[in-house]
């Protein structure tokens, strides 16, 4: 879905680097994650924020910052990147207003190696 | 919150047999489940979703059938073609936690011609 952009799609930076992942939406959908994905763990969320300027720790929170000061974009910090943040990662974004769930729609990923 | 197990993690089978991947969820709650195919390389992509007031959903050679009593749903796919092959996620909707959505472990299917 282009509605959807994710950048850079490729990273290799070092241990105890700043780095700054993109999401951009097209949609003015509410929500919008932040995934990793890893060999043998599936999807893990990271973040995710419900609006604009609210945001939530997920399943993996750690050693990462997120904000969401506009709508449409919600950038992924890694403050000091170690090794283990190496991954493939997603942002995804979905309708909000709803009392039941809605489908997810997927940015095309960023592979970040850290070395 | 929520917790979702997909079985099998790895699925083979002959092109022209049907595919069956099943998912359990523990939050009776749930209300929402999508399934998401993901190719080599690429995002993952919604195939088809079902809503916990339907038992059944049908699109072309896809469906998705939910227990709701049990608290597991299953995809299954018909007339398998090589292209099918790809990395497959369900998911349940955690309802202390907005549009969150838990996904499972992904089935990895491989379809030989």
């Known amino acids: 879905d282009a509605g959807i952009t994710q950048s850079p799609r490729y990273k290799i930076t070092e241990t105890g680097r700043q780095v700054t992942l993109m999401c951009h939406q097209t949609?003015?959908?509410?929500?919008m994650f932040w995934y990793r994905q890893d060999l043998g763990h599936g999807l893990r969320l990271i973040y995710y924020s419900a609006a604009a300027d609210i945001t939530d720790k997920g399943e993996v929170p750690d050693g990462y910052v997120v904000s969401r000061s506009k709508t449409e974009n919600f950038p992924l910090t890694l403050e000091s990147a170690t090794r283990s943040q190496t991954s493939v990662y997603f942002c995804a974004s979905s309708e909000g207003g709803h009392t039941t769930g809605q489908p997810q729609h997927f940015g095309d990923g960023t592979r970040l190696s850290i070395l | 919150g929520e917790n979702v197990e997909q079985h099998p993690s790895t699925l083979s089978v002959q092109e022209g047999d049907s595919a069956v991947i099943k998912c359990t969820y523990s939050?009776?709650?749930?209300?929402?489940f999508p399934w998401y195919k993901q190719e080599l390389g690429k995002r993952p992509q919604l195939i088809i979703d079902i809503r916990s007031n339907v038992g059944e959903k049908k699109d072309q050679r896809i469906a998705v059938t939910l227990n709701k009593t049990a608290k597991h749903f299953s995809l299954h796919i018909t007339e398998t073609q090589p292209e099918d092959s790809a990395v497959y996620f369900c998911a349940a909707t955690d309802n202390n936690a907005g549009n969150m959505l838990t996904f499972g472990g992904g089935t990895r299917l491989m379809v030989k011609p």
């Open positions: 939050d009776s709650a749930s209300n929402y």
């Open positions: 949609w003015s959908h509410s929500y």
